[in-house]
Every structure is written in C-alpha cells, then in structure tokens.
C-alpha cells in the first residue's frame, strides 16, 4: 500500500462539551469548543495552529491525542481510524503521537526525580533493561541540553526553562513521529523563548517528526511552522503557508490578529484595526459567520450564512490559501491597506 | 481634582524621582534577599516610561514600593528614596501615604479579577472610590462620576454595568473598569503593571490604545511594566531595562531600540521572533539562566550569561555609565 503523504488527517472534528448545573446536573447548554475543523498534516512538517483563548485550539490538540474523545468527526493518523482503535494498537499511537504542555510546572510530577519521570515512558512501553533505560535517560538529557546530574533532582530544582526542557525530554524519549506541543513556550521569559524555539527546531530537524505547534502568539508560530491555520470560535477560518498569512492574509480576523501584535520597533507605522468587542462565547455563538459581531466589513448575508473554508480565489502566488469569508475574493480585490511588518 | 493646582508643570523637574533604592525581602530560611539593589529612575510629567524585564527582575517590585504596598512584612524598604512632588515616599506614614495611593498615584495590575472585589458590584466598587478621595460630595453626584468614567474607558451601557458583578464581564472589560477606577481621582501618576498579559492580543490592543488616549487627554504620566519589547515600542517614551533587580540600561524608545548598549538588551531585541524574520531558523539566544537573588555573583549580575564579558566584570559592579543625550547602560564594555 502506498504510504499516504499525510500523517494525520482531520475531518469535520466536532467537540461540544456539556453545560451542567442545577438540580440532577442537568444539561443547560453546551460549549461548541470545536466545530467543525478539518485539516491535514503532511510527513516532516509543521502545522501552526493560532487563535485567542476560547478558539478551541487546545482541544483540537486534546482530541488527537485521545485525551478527548470527539464528539463527531474523524481524525486518521497514518492510515488509521482513531476511534475505531483500541487495546495494542491505541498503545502503538500512544507512543508515536506525544504532547508537550504549557505549563511546566504542573506537566511533571513533583515527587518524581528527573531521572524517573524520563525512565517512565520506557517503562510503560517496556522498552530495555534497567541500565539500557538509564543510558537513554542521560542520552535525552543531553540532547535536551541538561546536564547528566539532573537525573538524580526533582522538578522543583529547575528554572521553567529547565523545566520545558524536561517536558520535551520526556515527549521525544520514545521517537514519536508526531509532536503535539500546545503553547509550549508561552510561559516563559523572553530570553527563555528563543532557547526552547531553537531546541524544538533542532531535534526536528535531527530526527524529522511531524508537528502540531498551537499557540497564540503568531510570531511565534510563524518562526516554527510550515502551515498555518487560524482559528476563530471553534472553527478553522483561515489555512496557508506561513509567508503567506502574514504577507497576504485574506480575513478580516487574521488581519487584525496580525496587525493587533505590538512590534518590537518603535519607528514602525502601525495601521492598526483595532477590532471593538470582545470574542462571544463559545457555548452560544453567533448566527451565520461567528465573526461577523467585531468584523468591520460585514454585510446582511454574514449574519445568516456561515462561509465555509474555501480555496481563497485570488492571484496571490500561494499554492495553497483558503479561507472562510464570504468577501474575501472582492476584499482582496480593494487592496486594502496591509499593516507594515517590518 | 486633587492634586491639580500643586501638579509639575515644569518639563525638567521629575514628578517621580526613585534615587538608590534597595528593598529586601525574607526568604523561608530567615535570609534577607534584594529584590532590587539601588534603583535610580525619574518619571518626567506627561511621559510614558516603560520598564521592561523578565520575571524576578524587580520591575513589580520596584512599582510596588512607590505604591507602599510591598507585602508585609516579607518586603522592607531597605534604603533609598522616592520623591514625588518634594515628599519622599519611603519614608511617610503608613495614614499620610493614604493622601497619595489612589489618588494622586494610582496603579492598575495583571489580573483585574483579583484586583476587583467578587462580592460587590462594579459600580459600587467605583462609587466607593470616588467617595474615599472625594470628601464634599453626595452619593449621588459620586454615582454620575462613575458612569462618565466607565464612559470614558468605552463600556457600552455603562447604566446597566454599574449593577453587574466583576464574574459578569470579560477580561478586558474588566481591565477597563480597572483603569475606570484608578482614573476617577484624576492621578499624577499611573502605574500599569503588565495591564494587557492576562488578555488577548485584539484585546490588548484596545486596552493600550486606552491607556494612550488617556494620558494623552489628561497629561498624567505612566509607568509601564510589562516583559513585552512590542508593547514597549507602541506605548512608552523612554524606557528602563530592569535585570536582577538592577537598572542596566536608560534610554528614549528610539535610541533603545535602535542602538542598544548594553549586551543583555541586545540579546533580547535580537532574540524576539518577528514577523519578518526567516522562518524556521535558529533564533539569537542570550545562554544561560538568570542567576538566583539569593545567589547573586560578585560584580556584573550578567556576567555568566554575557558574551563580553571581562575580568573586570567578575569584580566590579558596573554603574551606569553615559552613551549619548539621555542613554544610560552600566556595563564595562562601553566606551572600551
């Protein structure tokens, strides 16, 4: 069988969480955390997955993962129906899809060594002896950039930097072949950042996984991915290259994402959209496009139809652009004014 | 408004001068540590001034010991001054600082969910501040001044808001309400410490925005805490990098940004991923870890972490030394 291009492929993912409260925990509404997401992600790449708190970006992650089970929708990881797998072969995807959290001060066990947290995987999977795991354990340590007498410390004796380095230690221990990491960096300092974007890219680039990079940081994102997606409300409205999403973003959200960032130079001219409003809930989203409340170019038709993720039908040289606005094509057409990135 | 008729008019004199401040806090083992060790800054009238540094670097705490409101009793002025409008702060009774805190300095935080009180109602809430800062007037009148101000920082309805509780409302409303209420006495001086990192970039930039026409229309200055080069860049005027609890480098924005002196503000302009940038390359990175404040090397605090770094560094404790008009870096490497 011909190996499919695509490690993982996402179709119409649906993940609506339950509102209970009252008498008997009654069901008083839901949360459409995700709705209706499909992408794919190609062998050795990136897919950078942006949007403000409440989009549903971490959930997407969780349900790949299996830590949520989707309410609907079917998520294929090479060749492989997800929810159709259990027992042997859920363990196998376990250990070749692994996660990196945020926060790395609540993703490692306290009363653990280093040592031990490193050594787990191996033993769940029951991979070597005693001394071939702790060689592997001092192997990963040192290509995370740690020194060998971590083993022995527990977490609380590192810096958070430190710390997210042990989290990627123990998310790559057993090679995965994808990489799920949710805001991995946005919990720590500045200078911090950079160190762990690099590490991330050189065991990428040493041992080839594909990635899931979500964050909300679209600078961030940007430097790491291949791909991006952009999502608003529990949906995808915006999927291309990363050159392309910031050079020539087609909707209105992606815009005033991109032209909201503050940047780092203060001679820089801002032409800032400045969206009013707040993002609506997610357990009660708007009629027709969700963001037709905050978008300044909305018309009759936005409040009743909802656009679909189209392939955007412009002239722009991207291979691969499609978005869900139902302006997009005669926005792009009026040129408006792009803010100036430097 | 209070404060009005003795305000600093005068462009050179500084409406906040901090001189060799040293505040120490007590650990668990009975150690007393620096959080910042002889801070000097000024805030002119009618600027903004950013002080930007990574966590622990003594930028909260430093705001915090203008405020008075270090945590006790853990956290003790060692040394230094604070001199607003000829008094100084640091060494003024607990009951006169009153006079000051709130009304003539006021300061906004991070998380307005902690900063708002849950059991109340916003309006309530800015009723009260208005009355404790305004001694002659009625309820009333202190009511009509809060809905102006939630007007002014742009919540719709500000009518119906003022009976809704601080749960009801989004982070960035209640940031606005924040600034609403540390606003309604018509301060000197606002200290904003991290204002926007609890919130959402689009969000974000409504809220800096606000702050900007703020000042603007009152005159008032600000002090701008946040870790954020991009929000330094789009708000403040001059700009102090805090790291270890010192100040390593003073400079307008433009100057900062464009030929920065000292090495570790080099390291973190350079460091930053933008949106121009080449994707997936490695990134400039500054090596190393912050050193520990109870920890803390003879000489240069930088030092393990510096790609300059001299003998002299490892002895001597740089003190700030003149770049150009304005431009302050302690470092040892300049002028070599």
Redesign the interface.
Same mark, same amino acid.
Do not use: C, F, K, M
């Given at each position: 069988m011909q190996k499919s291009p695509f490690i993982l492929e996402v179709k119409d993912l649906k993940k609506h969480f339950p509102i209970r409260g009252g008498l008997f925990f009654r069901r008083k509404g839901t949360v459409f955390a995700v709705d209706g997401v499909s992408f794919s992600l190609r062998r050795g790449e990136?897919l950078g997955l942006v949007g403000?708190?409440g989009c549903g970006k971490t959930t997407v992650g969780r349900c790949i993962t299996w830590l949520y089970k989707p309410t609907s929708g079917t998520i294929t990881y090479d060749g492989i129906d997800m929810a159709a797998i259990h027992g042997a072969g859920l363990r196998k995807i376990r250990k070749e899809v692994q996660m990196v959290f945020q926060d790395p001060f609540e993703s490692l066990n306290p009363r653990h060594t280093v040592g031990h947290i490193l050594e787990e995987p191996f033993i769940i999977h029951r991979i070597g002896n005693a001394q071939q795991r702790r060689r592997a354990v001092s192997r990963l340590l040192d290509r995370v950039g740690l020194p060998g007498s971590a083993m022995d410390r527990f977490p609380h004796e590192f810096?958070g930097?430190?710390r997210q380095r042990i989290g990627i230690a123990r998310a790559i221990a057993l090679s995965p072949k994808l990489l799920i990491c949710d805001e991995p960096v946005s919990a720590l300092?500045?200078? *911090?950042?950079?160190?762990i974007?690099?590490l991330l890219?050189?065991l990428q680039r040493e041992s080839g996984f594909t990635c899931l990079f979500i964050a909300?940081?679209?600078?961030?994102v940007?430097?790491?991915?291949?791909w991006i997606a952009v999502m608003y409300l529990g949906q995808i409205v915006e999927y291309t290259d990363?050159?392309t999403i910031?050079k020539a973003p087609l909707h209105p959200y992606t815009k005033?994402? *991109?032209?909201? *960032?503050? *940047?780092?130079?203060?001679?820089?001219a801002?032409h800032?959209q400045?969206?009013?409003g707040?993002?609506p809930s997610p357990s009660d989203p708007p009629q027709g496009c969700r963001f037709h409340t905050r978008c300044p170019f909305k018309v009759k038709m936005c409040e009743k139809t909802a656009p679909s993720l189209q392939p955007a039908d412009t002239a722009s040289s991207a291979p691969v652009h499609q978005v869900a606005c139902h302006r997009a094509a005669e926005l792009a057409q009026r040129q408006d004014k792009q803010p100036n990135?430097? | 408004m209070t404060g009005t008729d003795n305000r600093n008019t005068d462009g050179n004199t500084p409406l906040l001068a901090i001189r060799d401040l040293v505040v120490s806090f007590a650990t668990d083992e009975g150690q007393r540590i620096r959080a910042i060790d002889g801070v000097c800054l000024d805030v002119k009238p009618g600027e903004i001034l950013g002080i930007v540094g990574e966590s622990g670097c003594g930028k909260s705490v430093t705001a915090l010991s203008v405020m008075r409101l270090l945590p006790k009793p853990a956290g003790r002025i060692e040394s230094g001054r604070i001199i607003f409008d000829n008094i100084d702060l640091a060494k003024l009774a607990p009951n006169r600082m009153r006079a000051y805190r709130g009304s003539r300095i006021s300061m906004i935080f991070q998380e307005p969910m902690t900063a708002l009180n849950p059991v109340h109602t916003v309006g309530r809430q800015l009723v009260e501040a208005v009355l404790l800062h305004k001694k002659n007037i009625g309820k009333k009148e202190a009511m009509s001044i809060a809905v102006e101000m939630l007007e002014m920082v742009g919540i719709p309805e500000p009518g119906r808001r003022m009976g809704e509780y601080p749960h009801q409302l989004s982070g960035g409303m209640r940031q606005r309400i924040m600034i609403a209420m540390a606003l309604s006495c018509g301060p000197d001086l606002l200290i904003a410490d991290e204002p926007t990192t609890a919130l959402d970039v689009t969000v974000q930039a409504q809220i800096l925005e606000l702050i900007k026409r703020m000042q603007a229309g009152t005159g008032m200055s600000v002090i701008m805490i946040t870790h954020d080069l991009g929000v330094i860049a789009e708000t403040s005027s001059r700009v102090c990098v805090m790291y270890a609890g010192r100040i390593v480098e003073t400079a307008d924005v433009k100057t900062l940004f464009s030929s920065p002196a000292h090495p570790y503000t080099r390291g973190l302009l350079a460091s930053i991923p933008r949106l121009g940038t080449r994707r997936k390359t490695r990134l400039p990175v500054i090596p190393g870890v912050v050193p520990s404040l109870s920890d803390l090397p003879p000489g240069c605090r930088f030092q393990n972490r510096c790609d300059r770094v001299m003998d002299i560094c490892r002895s001597v404790p740089p003190e700030p030394t003149v770049v150009g008009t304005g431009h302050t870096a302690a470092c040892h490497a300049i002028g070599m």
């Open positions: 990136t403000e708190s810096s930097g430190q300092d500045v200078s *911090i950042q950079s160190q974007l690099n890219l050189d909300h940081d679209l600078a961030v940007r430097h790491v991915s291949d990363a050159d910031y005033a994402l *991109i032209s909201a *960032i503050p *940047i780092p130079d203060p001679t820089a801002t800032r400045v969206l009013s707040d993002l990135l430097p | -």
